[in-house]
């Protein structure tokens, strides 16, 4: 029954992303068979919706009942909405998804039978990793749907706080995961440990796919680079310092996504750029998952700029590089933005005292 | 596992950093690394205008910002980063250089069929070769107090120790109310699932404070004075917390149960094969006893059992 509710969650996750997904597809106007960046971009748009809507409501202590219930609403009701209003374009999505599969029939039964094999092994013996994060991260949800509050009660001690976490205060992943197990009135660990793992494994896959189809034409060369990713990621989770670790063991926590979604898309959206600094669709699938991410973890902000730094050589000596560049603080930008914020919030002029 | 580079000087960081480094890295992870490294070097060397920028230029600066102990001393101490910085930043060029390096050299091969069948069997061989680094990881992952061969499957649909499940449903057969908080004192094992499955049981302690007892003994002496100077929570930590005594010690159980009862924990849930285990079981009653556990309700009540 509780894997038959997990199986739903799933579901209705998809849908949602792939809902979210057409709004992007529409404002980008992209005519490109880029089917496989839609689930990505409808996540993080779908994220930063909740991420932006949440914060007050956290903020002020409204009940989690009254907040699941009127996700529950804005969730339901905007997928709908988005599903009759972009119809023609969900349409034309699956068409070229249809057209897609046709002719890329092996890569993608492969691409199928990897992801079932690796949702099966992360499903089947994902147990914790030996460290203290389950207790915090995890036992955080399970607070919040106990007390009916976000964020009040230590999850550790158990005992209830003065002041909002700082550091967990902006990642609302962990408040989403406790209004979902609210919505759908299952325990919290059956969406964190069966859902999000394999949802951040196949989004990361996609953007992986998505990169070796940009990289290379020849379809064989396409899943070999799918391939190749993907064991350099399995051979290196023997070390607790990489963050494949996290991809397969603790991927119970919202950092997961900068390894396993974040920096995979960053890649992608800058080899586009690099190839068509004017891709408008590349830009905006960067800036949405940048944002997006902040949702998910607030170590997006020393990430992204690393990550940028590294790839601004990659930009000289190429025609409209001044473009590239501004492509590139536009990324940022984001980032400086939200670590102003934290920075304000360490220092206490963003009071966090629960009242 | 952390780099404090607050606690300590650049030349003492440095050290730790490639203690760290490579004593956490397993053989194939070095492999990885090092393979990783001769890529980079093929690509600036041969590859093509764009893969030298992409997997040559732009990973090699990733890799010596990520992998260099004096970059990350300077921003693990100024901007509290710690391991996180190169534990993020240094996996993904590389995975994504290997994947470019493996479809590069494939694509060497000039007749089409060839090489996109060597492409596929090149796939198969390299996946099926990861799926044993990938494997042998799990002997690493939590199994409570159970011995951990490798490849266990999780105990239940909720992904938490079989103990775990039983503890909390003995516990809320006792108190009633599935909406009520209790007060228990169990140990860092249980500490890592049990608030992860049932919030209302609670233990006020900290992890850091548990993760400090883990590894000392029980020493007679020690009890003693945490009693005499009446640190009760100190106490309670030690015992449920340290590791059984070598040769026998004496403590009086009273002094437990006062103890307890000055921090009003409710509920007591040690390690059957303990040492401590007979001074709790002086201090109340057992109303269940899991695969591994004991579950002792504070105070002499009536069992339910």
């Not at chain 1, 009135?185 to 859902?195: K, Q």
């Amino acid at each position: 029954m509780l894997i038959c509710k997990a199986i739903i969650i799933f579901i209705a996750y998809m849908i949602t992303f792939f809902a979210y997904g057409l709004i992007f597809r529409k404002v980008t106007g992209s005519g490109q068979n880029n089917s496989g960046v839609l689930i990505p971009a409808g996540m993080f748009l779908y994220s930063l919706l909740f991420f932006v809507l949440i914060l007050a409501p956290k903020y002020h202590r409204v009940p989690l009942h009254v907040l699941s219930l009127v996700w529950a609403v804005i969730w339901g009701g905007s997928v709908l909405l988005i599903l009759i209003l972009l119809r023609r374009t969900a349409g034309e999505v699956l068409a070229s998804l249809g057209k897609f599969l046709k002719e890329n029939l092996l890569n993608s039964l492969l691409f199928l039978a990897f992801n079932v094999l690796q949702a099966g092994f992360v499903e089947l013996f994902g147990r914790w990793s030996s460290s203290n994060n389950p207790s915090n991260y995890v036992a955080y949800v399970t607070t919040a749907v106990f007390t009916d509050e976000l964020g009040t009660t230590h999850p550790v001690k158990g005992v209830l706080l003065r002041r909002f976490s700082s550091k967990m205060f902006t990642e609302t992943y962990m408040d989403h995961s406790a209004v979902v197990a609210k919505i759908f009135r299952v325990h919290p660990l059956i969406e964190i440990r069966w859902v999000m793992p394999v949802l951040f494994l196949i989004t990361g896959n996609l953007i992986v796919f998505m990169a070796a189809r940009e990289i290379f034409r020849e379809r064989s060369k396409q899943w070999l680079f799918f391939a190749g990713y993907q064991a350099a990621v399995a051979c290196t989770t023997g070390s607790y310092l990489y963050s494949s670790f996290y991809m397969y063991f603790r991927n119970y926590e919202g950092k997961t996504v900068i390894p396993a979604v974040l920096l995979p898309a960053v890649f992608y959206v800058f080899w586009r750029m690099y190839q068509d600094p004017w891709d408008k669709e590349a830009l905006l699938f960067g800036l949405l998952c940048v944002t997006g991410s902040f949702h998910f973890t607030g170590t997006t902000m020393y990430m992204i700029p690393v990550a940028c730094l590294g790839l601004i050589p990659a930009m000289f000596g190429k025609k409209r590089a001044g473009r590239v560049f501004g492509n590139m603080v536009l990324l940022v930008l984001p980032c400086f933005l939200y670590a102003a914020a934290y920075l304000l919030i360490k220092a206490g002029i963003i009071n966090l005292v629960i009242r | 596992m952390a780099i404090n580079a607050n606690n300590s000087s650049l030349l003492e960081f440095y050290k730790i950093f490639w203690n760290i480094v490579l004593g956490d890295m397993g053989p194939v992870c070095r492999k990885v690394l090092y393979g990783y490294l001769a890529l980079v070097i093929l690509i600036l060397i041969f590859g093509k205008k764009e893969a030298r920028k992409f997997f040559g230029i732009s990973a090699a600066i990733l890799l010596v910002v990520c992998l260099n102990p004096f970059s990350v001393y300077y921003i693990s101490k100024y901007a509290d980063l710690s391991t996180r910085y190169f534990r993020f930043l240094w996996l993904p060029p590389a995975a994504l250089t290997y994947g470019y390096a493996f479809a590069a050299a494939v694509n060497l091969i000039r007749q089409k069929r060839v090489s996109a069948l060597l492409a596929y069997a090149v796939s198969v061989v390299i996946l099926v070769y990861s799926v044993k680094p990938l494997t042998s990881v799990t002997s690493r992952l939590y199994t409570g107090v159970s011995p951990n061969p490798g490849m266990q499957m999780i105990d239940n649909v909720y992904k938490v120790e079989n103990d775990t499940l039983q503890i909390c449903n003995i516990i809320e057969k006792d108190k009633g109310d599935p909406a009520v908080t209790v007060k228990a004192l169990y140990g860092y094992e249980v500490f890592l699932d049990i608030r992860t499955y049932d919030a209302s049981i609670y233990s006020g302690l900290s992890l850091k404070k548990q993760n400090k007892y883990r590894s000392r003994k029980l020493r007679e002496k020690r009890l003693n004075k945490m009693s005499g100077n009446k640190k009760y929570k100190k106490l309670l930590n030690y015992l449920i917390n340290a590791q059984d005594p070598d040769r026998e010690i004496r403590f009086d159980p009273d002094k437990i149960a006062e103890a307890l009862e000055e921090k009003a924990y409710q509920y007591v849930i040690v390690q059957t094969d303990r040492y401590v285990m007979p001074w709790f079981e002086a201090c109340g009653t057992i109303i269940g006893v899991t695969d591994h556990y004991t579950v002792i309700k504070v105070g002499k009540q009536n069992s339910l059992m």
